[in-house]
Nanobody, 122 residues
Framework: QVQLVESGGGLVQPGGSLRLSCAAS????????MGWYRQTPGKQRELVAT???????HYADSVKGRFTISRDNAKNTVYLQMNSLNPSDTAVYYC????????????????WGQGTQVTVSS
């Protein structure tokens, strides 16, 4: 069974920084793509950043230039460095891991962590 555990959330002042970590355990495919999503009350969960198995990244326009996603494949850990935080970044941040295996038929695997709260406030 795959388990994702987020950490690093908390309260930070506007303009400050936080670094989120997500440690994955269990049987993780070598082609796994990992990402960060966030959700606030009354809104859909939205993509923040993703990184594939060879380090190709994608960012939401709202965080581009401020956030950086990275991964340590040996540790099965993904990070989200968040700089220049503003109150609109306040949300629960979720870690995601997904991959696809095709053997006769297609199998999609999609796992989520429990989330970590990030609050940006004075």
């Amino acid at each position: 069974q795959v388990q994702l555990v987020e950490s690093g959330g908390g309260l930070v002042q506007p303009g400050g920084s936080l670094r989120l970590s997500c440690a994955a355990s269990g049987s993780i495919d070598s082609r796994v793509a990992m990402g960060w999503y966030r959700q606030t009350p009354g809104k859909q969960r939205e993509l923040v950043a993703t990184i594939n198995s060879v380090g190709v990244t994608h960012y939401a326009d709202s965080v581009k230039g401020r956030f950086t996603i990275s991964r340590d494949n040996a540790k099965n850990t993904v990070y989200l460095q968040m700089n220049s935080l503003n109150p609109s970044d306040t949300a629960v941040y979720y870690c995601n891991a997904k991959w696809t295996v095709i053997l006769i038929r297609r199998y999609d695997y999609d796992y989520w962590g429990q989330g970590t709260q990030v609050t940006v406030s004075s």
